[in-house]
């Protein structure tokens, strides 16, 4: 049984630079909580306790929310990986706080909540070396992609894109389980000219080496690349409706078509609409008589009395469509 997860969240998000200012990539809302935390929770909620969490040289105020604001009965390590150069040198470094089986997840890639545990049931009940995450690979044409062997579920081949075989192929998404003999393959990935090594090539090494590799179809998987993708992973969550909440006083005269989140010291003027797929960050203000919807308000931001915004996110004096 896996009791561990390795998340990697020391990626720069440079495409995601007018939303990141003020903090980092893995640090945005999704529904009340940074997006990393979600990817914590869903593992959480499976059973994982212990989590070794590998950091950027920025990632101080991610730092604090899980001492301070998670949970008080979960085991976090921290180790820095001060030169973001990907996930394989990421591994390296936190491979002598790994013990066992363990989870490896990108702090950015959200999932289903029943994906995690599905993962965790298969790789129990497979008797696999691993098992990876995978997704449709036309949504995914520049990705890596896994060649599987449908008769006994396993993956017979790592090859790269684009892909002109007629087997049936997936693309990778990294959200993957390994037992501890994965480990040493990294150390085997030579560096590509920008000097980053893929795990893409750590774990096609490991499959040509004769290991018993799985994989299992991703459901509900979200990417945090764009702010198109912020819009996104808030819209789902809401669909989901466990954080769907009003918990800010709202004046009698304003109007709620859910589903909405509003988080906990948000002001919201008299007569305003709110609603609906409507996030609002801690510390925003809505005008009076404003109207939103499909709108995520980010905190210390403001719309003005009687403004009305629809599919955009609104940061500070910044409107971002999306």
Not at 4 to 31: E, F, H, N, Y
Not at 124 to 140: C, F, K
Request: charged share 20%; hydrophobic share 40%.
């Amino acid at each position: 049984m896996i009791e561990q997860a390795l998340i990697l969240a020391a990626g720069q998000g440079t495409r995601l630079g007018t939303l990141t200012p003020d903090r980092t990539k893995s640090m945005l809302p999704v529904l009340g909580k940074p997006i990393m935390v979600r990817v914590m929770d869903r593992m959480r909620e499976a059973g994982i306790r212990r989590f070794v969490v590998v950091i950027g040289a920025e990632e101080g105020e991610l730092a604090s929310y899980l001492s301070n604001s998670w949970y008080p009965n979960i085991e976090v390590q921290y180790v820095l990986q001060a030169v973001p150069k990907g996930p394989v040198d990421a591994m390296l470094l936190a491979e002598n706080y790994l013990e066992g089986a363990f989870v490896v997840a990108a702090g950015d890639n959200l999932t289903a909540p029943e994906h995690v545990p599905a993962l965790l049931a298969a790789f129990d009940q497979g008797d696999y070396a691993g098992v990876l995450s995978v997704i449709p690979y036309e949504d995914n044409a520049t990705a890596p992609v896994a060649v599987v062997e449908d008769d006994d579920r396993c993956v017979k081949a790592i090859v790269s894109s684009p892909y002109t075989g007629s087997e049936p192929v997936s693309a990778l998404y990294l959200l993957h389980a390994f037992r501890p003999e994965f480990s040493p393959y990294l150390k085997q990935v030579r560096p590509a000219a920008r000097g980053e090594r893929d795990l893409t090539d750590a774990i096609r090494l490991f499959v040509e080496d004769g290991n018993r590799v799985g994989f299992l179809g991703a459901t509900g998987y979200h990417s945090l690349f764009t702010e198109h993708d912020l819009m996104v992973v808030n819209t789902s969550s809401l669909d989901e409706g466990r954080d769907a909440h009003i918990l800010s006083e709202l004046p009698n005269g304003v109007t709620i078509h859910p589903p909405v989140r509003i988080d906990p010291g948000v002001r919201v003027g008299n007569y305003a609409t709110i609603g609906p797929y409507v996030y609002l960050e801690h510390g925003c203000t809505v005008g009076e008589g404003a109207q939103l919807a499909s709108t995520i308000v980010l905190r210390n931001s403001a719309v003005a009395p009687g403004e009305t915004c629809q599919d955009v996110i609104i940061m500070r004096e910044k409107r971002i469509p999306v």
